[in-house]
Each structure stands twice: as C-alpha cells, then as structure tokens.
C-alpha cells in the first residue's frame, strides 16, 4: 500500500466496518472525514481525538500539539488537554527529548491546554520520533459542530491558505532540495507558516457563530477535506480554483517540486460550511483571521473545482503529495 493514511474506500471496508455500536452513551462516531468522537456527559459532550505525527521532524513538537488541537476545534470545541505518547529510535539523545518536550509544552501553553498524561518510549520499532497526541475537550451537546453536517446551499470557506503545514515540513525538513533555488528569505518566510499551524482560533469563532460543518485540512490537502465533507455529509460541491487561497511561497516550493497545493497536507487551514458565509468572514476578519469563499454545496452529488486546466472531479484523496518527497 502507498505511504499514508489508508484509503477512505479501504478504511470504511475492513477498519470502520468491523466496529461495534453498543453505548447509547456515543453521541458522535467514527465516520469518514469525523477526526472526533463526541461521549454524552449529560448538559455537555466530552469531546476527543487522536493523531499520529509521522511526516515531519524538525517541528514535530509543535505540529504534534497543533494538529489534536485543530480536530477538536472543527468540533466547536475548546481544546482543554493532551496525553502526548512518544515513540523515539534508539539513536535520540536526552537533549533531543527535551527539545521535544520544550515544543511541545510551549505550543501547549500559547492554546492554554494542559499536557495531563502519555508515554514516552525509545524503541526500534521506529526509525525517527514518533508522536501521538490525543486531545480532550467539552461543549455543550446542542453547540457540536461535525464534518457530516453540510447542507445544500451553504458557503464554502476557507480559512487562512491551503499547504501551510506542507510548506513548513518541506522548508524545515528538506531544506536541501530547496537550498538552491530558493532565496534565504523565501526559505524563512515558509519555515515560518509553523506559526500559523492552529485554527483553534477560527474553530471556536465559527462555532459560536453557528455553522453547519467544519473540517480541518490534513493529508489531502484542500481537495481531500472538501471530498471528505461531500462524502461524510451526502452533499455535492462546485469549488473554485481561483479563490483559494495560496501563500506564494507554497507556490514556488510546489512548482520546484512538481506538487499539488490543494492536494498538500494543510494543518493551519479549516473548511467551514454555513448559509451566510460572508458575515463568517468578515467575523473572522474582525479577529485577525484571513478567510475567502471558495464555493457552494449542492443538492446534486456531482463535485467538481472549475480549475485553471477546466473542469476536474473532485475524488477520493491519494496518498499525499507530501509523501512523493519524503
């Protein structure tokens, strides 16, 4: 099988098709495109999620506590603590730990989210650092926000720009191939989107201003987390390429490296669907967040991106063009 998550067609198959359904108590399950479950807790749901860190190195730390964070914000949700498990090679030094940790805690500290518990491990199972965040939060059940609760009619819109959180693993990580072709201030301009890794910011915002679904953009990029609403929600989509949103220096590093933007992994950016979408971005706005309308849901189940090269289907996301380089 090709490096990355596994196919949502093979996923539903042989990993959600095997899972009971026995507690009532479960008020949100696993399902394409949902990277949260929800637990009934009477007046409020308890909220969590889980997540590997497997393509990144140098930012591990910070993208770690990020990337938990983002999922539950797609929820509404608040972020309220993480149990970090940390796999290392038996190659890692007590230094390298505790630059980790130092990330880890100080990235925590900037959401206000406590580490509360997990594992740390040298093993050769794995050949680089290993980290999996679970994320733990509450909201009040009437105010949760899923991914399968698009509707016709609504505003597609996107938070911020797609690849960021490509653009700094490739920066940062892969400097090499970039060396060369690139200025020293392109170079920090892109190492420096780690610093737009969250969107619990937006998450919070758009869940007080009522919205119908949320996703946070992961592997798959931009394409990957629309086609995941779509699927999760039974809803089709026409999308633009020209309004969405691309930093240049995303742009350049994709060009150097014949990758797709839209298919790039992109923590740091959200999808968020509502029916009034344009008082949500001037919402956004008003709190220091760039956000564009880049199209509408439909009734028909047809998604499509009116793209530079015509029109192209929208489909089930490959394996991410980050894997292509690593």
Known sequence: MEIGKIPN?????????KLNNNR?????????????????FGEYACVLTTDPITGAVNQ?????????????????AEPLGLLITLLAPPKTTEQDIATIMTAICDTANALNVDIIGGHTEITAAVSQVVIISTAVAKILKDKLVTTSGAKPGDDII??????IEGTV????????????????????????FVGKLSVV??????????????????????????????EASGVGMEVYEDLIPVENETSVICDLLN???????????????????????????RNGINAALIGKITKEMNRVLYGHNGIEVI????SDELFKII
């Not at 996107?158 to 690849?163: D, F, L, N, P, R």
């Not at 400097?175 to 200025?183: F, N, S, V």
């Not at 489909?315 to 490959?318: D, Q």
Request: glycine share 12%; hydrophobic share 40%.
């Open 201 to 230: 910011k937006e998450g919070i915002i758009a869940g007080k201003f009522g919205v119908n679904s949320m996703h946070d953009i992961t592997e798959g990029g931009i394409l990957g987390a629309l086609w995941e609403i779509g």
């Open 259 to 285: 990758l797709n933007p839209l298919k790039l992994i992109s923590s740091g950016s959200m999808v968020i669907t509502c029916d009034n979408g344009r008082e949500l971005i001037s919402e956004l706005n």
């Open 9 to 17: 067609s093979i996923l539903k198959e042989i990993v959600l098709g």
């Open 24 to 40: 009532k108590e479960i008020l949100l399950r696993p399902g394409i495109g949902e990277d949260c479950c929800a637990v009934d």
């Open 169 to 192: 693993i490739i920066a940062s990580d892969h400097e090499d191939l970039l060396r060369d072709r690139m200025t020293k201030e392109q170079l920090k301009r892109a190492k420096s």
């Open 60 to 76: 591990v730390g910070k993208i770690a506590v990020n990337i938990a964070c983002n999922d539950i914000a797609s929820s509404g």
């Open 315 to 318: 489909n089930e996301p490959e």
């Open 158 to 163: 996107m938070t911020k720009s797609a690849g």
